[in-house]
C-alpha cells in the first residue's frame, strides 16, 4: 500500500522560511507529476507548485516569485522551499503524486504563520 509521509511543517514567524518533504512509501509505477496544495479554513484547496518528471515547474500566483518545488526521483521526494511567508501562507498543505497508477494524498502537514 502507498503512502505519501509529508514533513517539515510548523510555526515560523513572518518573513520566516520552511521546507516541507514529501516521501512516498511503497511501489509506485511511474510518478508523472510531484506538488503541492494547500487549504487554509473556509478556503477551497489550492495549488502550490508543482514539477514534471523533467523538472518543468508551475506555481500558484500567491506564491510565485518565494516558493521552490523540486524533487528526487531515485527517492520518490518532493520538496517545497518557502521563504518570506506571510500570515495568508497560513494552511494544511498537502502533497500530491499523479502517476501510472493514479492519484495519491499525503496526510497533510500544518503550516501556521504568525507572530
Known amino acids: 500500500q502507498v503512502q505519501l509521509v509529508g514533513s517539515g511543517g510548523g510555526l515560523v514567524q513572518p518573513g520566516g522560511s520552511l521546507r516541507l518533504s514529501c516521501a512516498a512509501s511503497g511501489r509506485i509505477d511511474s510518478i508523472y507529476t510531484m506538488g503541492w496544495y494547500r487549504q487554509a479554513p473556509g478556503k477551497q484547496r489550492e495549488l502550490v507548485a508543482i514539477?514534471?518528471?523533467?523538472?518543468?515547474?508551475n506555481y500558484g500566483d500567491s506564491v510565485r516569485g518565494r516558493c521552490t518545488i523540486s524533487r528526487d526521483n531515485a527517492k520518490n521526494t518532493v520538496y517545497l522551499q518557502m521563504n518570506i511567508l506571510k500570515p495568508e501562507d497560513t494552511a494544511v498543505y498537502y502533497c500530491n503524486f499523479f502517476s501510472q497508477n493514479g492519484a495519491y494524498w499525503g496526510q497533510g502537514t500544518q503550516v501556521t504563520v504568525s507572530s
Open positions: 514539477i514534471s518528471t523533467t523538472g518543468m515547474t
